[in-house]
Structure formats: C-alpha cells, structure tokens
C-alpha cells in the first residue's frame, strides 16, 4: 500500500497542537507520576501524538507535512515579549552578573560538545565531520544550527548524509531535554532543600496578592495589545541591526521590545499586578501552542538514520550535558532555587531548544514558586548570546574536524 502524504496547513496544526495540550493534561491527570516529575502537558501530549503519526507512518498510511513556520514565529515572538515585558528595571540590575557567567557556561559546554564528539566518534571509528554533527551543532543549536551548518560541512568536502545526521540528532536533543528538564528540576529542588521553602514563599505571595490581582477582559485586551506593540518594537529593532549588516534572532528583538514596554509602564506607573499576570497569561498561552506545534511537527522516524555509533554518541552527551548543569551550572549561578530553575533551562537549550527550556522550567516553577530572575536569564542566554558564541566554536570545530578527516 501507497503512503499518503497529508499536507497539513496552519490551522490544521494549530488544532493537532491543542489537541496534544488537552491530551496531555488528560494523561497528567491518570498519571500522577507525570505530574509527580514535572513532566509538561504540551510535551506529553505533543509527543504522544508524534509517536501515533510515527506509528501510521511505519504501517505506510500516511505521512503528514506541517505547514506552521509563520505562525509558530508569531508565538514564539509573543512569548519572548511577554517575558521581556516581565523584567522590570530591578530585575535587570540583579540579572547582569547572572548573564555573564551563563554566558560563559553556555559557550564552555557548546565547546566539550563538540570536543566530546569528536573524541568519542575518534573511539567508535566514526568520521569526524559526521560525529561533530552529535555535538553542539544539533543540541545547543538546535534545528536551525542544524540546517544551517550541516551545508557548510559538506562545502569542505563531507559525506551528504551529514545533513540527516544533524537534523535526527537536532530531534533527539529536543526530545531529551523535554523528558529530562521536569525529573531533573524535582530532584535538584528536593535534593538541597528548596522544597518547603519555595512552597511557602509562594503562598505567602499568593495570599499577600489575592484581593490585588484580579484579570478582566480590560486587562486582557491591554496585555495582548502590548505585547503585539512589543513585537511591532522588535521588528524595527531586528531591521535596523539589519540595516548595519549585523544579525540578531527576531524573537530576540521582540524580547527587546518587552523589555522596553515594560520600562515605559513602570516610569508612568502602570504596571498593577492584574495587568502584569495578564501578559503572564497570554505568554504561557503563546509558549504552550509553540511547544505543542513544535513537537508534534517532529518527524520521529528521522531518528532511524542514526546508527548504533551515533544513538552512544548522543547518549554520551545528554550524561554529560546533565553532569554539566548539575555541577557547574546550578552551583556558579548560586546554588539556591533561582539557580536550579536556570540548571533546568540551560539543560533545556542545550540538548537543542529555548521553548523547551522555558516549558520545562514553566512546568517546574508551578509545582513550586515562580522565578523571575530565570525568565529573564535564561532566554538572554539561550535564545540570543549562546548563538553567537555557538556559531564561532562551530566554525573552529569544523575546521578541526575537516583536518581529522584529512579533508584540509
């Protein structure tokens, strides 16, 4: 039998992806260990749908192309807004020295990535420029890096199937980091303590604010009116650092623009709790539908070109992107509870997406207490800073991995 391609187009996807969020709150709900292990409903049901198109895939009756790019830019954007309008001017302050040691740890572990590929592929007798594709190109950069770098290593003489490689590793490192952030959040937060004591500073919050916040349609209507004017900001921002001939990732520029907003309605005092925890709401709405598509979208069955070798090599790299986060990234950003929401973050970026980063610490930070602090961190870093550092360890690695090949 003939497999039938289903072109699914934007609205399609929209519906597959609340499905999938509906879904997995339904399985987080008869299964409590999900809940128990922070596990996000975008991620559980998101997956489980991709897994049944796997399934209808391998028994040849369809195979389904998603058309979502355009919209899923348009959510990413809002929820880079809305987290840029969530840090207000003290925030800012206190993140600085935060960025500049994520920073460095995010360029650190990019870097023993691509070492540790090429040193373990050197081991299982892989080619160089095939087992860098299990490195930082895929996982700290993600589907993007992967396309986009895969080309240039076949531009200095490697074999065609390194585009596949770095496209199934990019699907691996989405889908480990989105399984591991939840567990591995819990188990930093229980293993030093900080369980009871974000429980009660977050209802000491609650009770402090419950006669304060109240969400009306007002406030909803202003919060996505904001942050539309945030993305609006962040375009012209993204064209005019174009105009220079430099480049920045336009939900970056959208941060920007949030950032902007939000210092606009602190100096004319217009940031009440009600307005604040709206665009919080339109933001965890916009991250939740950009998971959820992006998940589904996954075509699991990428994964089956990866042979034994290369299933070791990426396996090596999530113990050792996982080491790396608990040892060195929780402990030099404090080692308190903000540190370990942005641990969780840094493993969410770095084994291959900024969402998955947010959705996993999002799914965290409501068992215990929100961190502001590491919704702002954490997207500065990942979602801007780690590119461009990422891009320049690249560049250095493929060299090094074409005269391993004797390709230079």
Known sequence: MERVVVEMGMFETLLLAVVGIYLGDLLREKFPILKKYCLPAAVVGGTTISIITLILYYLNILEPNFDF???????YCLFFAAS??????????????LVLIFAALAALLAALQ???????????????????????????????????????AIKLGAPAAVTEVAIASATFGL??????????????????????????????????????????????LQAVNLLVISCGIGQIIFLI????????????????????????????????????????????????????????????????????????????QVVMILIFVYFLTFRLLGKNYDSAIMAVGHLG?????????MTTMKTVCDKYRYSRIAFFVVPV????????????????????????SGLM
């Open 84 to 97: 840029g309008a969530g840090a207000s001017m003290a925030l800012l302050k206190k993140g600085g020295k």
């Open 241 to 316: 650092i174009q105009h220079f001939g430099k480049n920045i990732p336009i939900h970056v520029c959208a941060m920007f623009g949030g950032i902007l907003v939000r210092i606009f309605l602190d100096k004319t005092k217009r940031a009440s709790d009600s307005l604040l925890e709206s665009l919080d709401i339109v933001g965890e709405f916009s991250l939740a539908l950009f998971v959820a598509m992006s998940i589904v979208s996954m075509k699991l069955w990428e994964l089956a070109g990866l042979g034994l070798s290369l299933i070791i090599l990426l396996m090596v």
């Open 349 to 357: 970026f770095g084994t291959g997406a900024v969402p998955v980063s």
């Open 114 to 152: 691509n070492a540790l590929a090429l040193g373990v592929g050197n081991v299982l007798k892989v080619d160089p420029m095939i087992s860098l594709m299990t490195g930082s190109i895929p996982l700290t950069g993600g589907h993007g890096n992967a396309a986009s770098f895969a080309p240039e």
């Open 381 to 404: 870093i990942g979602g801007f800073i780690s590119n461009i550092t990422n891009a320049l360890i690249i560049t250095k690695f493929l060299n090094i991995a074409a005269k391993m």
């Open 175 to 220: 889908i480990s980091g989105s399984i591991l952030g939840g567990p591995f959040g819990t188990f930093v937060v229980k293993r030093f303590g900080f369980e009871n004591a974000a429980l009660q500073d977050n209802q000491k919050k609650l009770t402090e604010t419950a006669q304060e916040i109240f969400v009306n349609k007002r406030n909803m």
């Open 69 to 75: 790019k355009i919209v899923n830019t348009l959510f």
